[in-house]
């Protein structure tokens, strides 16, 4: 579960960032792979998460293992939406409020206020 947690919330900063405010700039500073460094929810560190366009790709380390996971995302306002399939066949749908975003550092916040932060690879 921590781990679909991860992916959700991966999905949900991203999406938050690129429909900020700032528009475009916003989402050219989201696009690209992000490495999670922090997580208080306690997903997996070095698990990954790509934007492109309004694709997403997370992918969880396990115990050495990669577990991809695609979907989709939007950005509203400072909310990322997350839509992920799951290898279960399972839809996950969560959101991501973004609390900083620079050229090399994502902060989100999930629903329940714990921190998540990822270094841009």
Avoid: Q
Avoid at 32 to 57: Q, R
Avoid at 66 to 89: M, N, Q
């Amino acid at each position: 579960m921590r781990v679909w947690r991860f992916v959700g919330m991966a999905c949900m900063v991203l999406c938050l960032s690129a429909c900020s405010k700032k528009g475009p700039s916003t989402m050219a500073k989201l696009a690209g792979t992000w490495e999670l460094t922090k997580s208080e929810a306690g997903d997996p560190l070095g698990s990954t998460i790509e934007f492109k366009d309004t694709a997403v790709t997370f992918t969880l380390k396990i115990g050495g293992i990669a577990a991809p996971a695609e979907g989709v995302y939007i950005v509203e306002g400072d909310t990322i939406k997350i839509r992920i399939k799951l290898p279960s066949g399972r839809e996950y749908v969560d959101e991501l409020k973004i609390k900083t975003l620079t050229d090399t550092t994502l902060e989100t916040v999930d629903r329940n206020g714990r921190v998540s932060e990822y270094k841009k690879k």
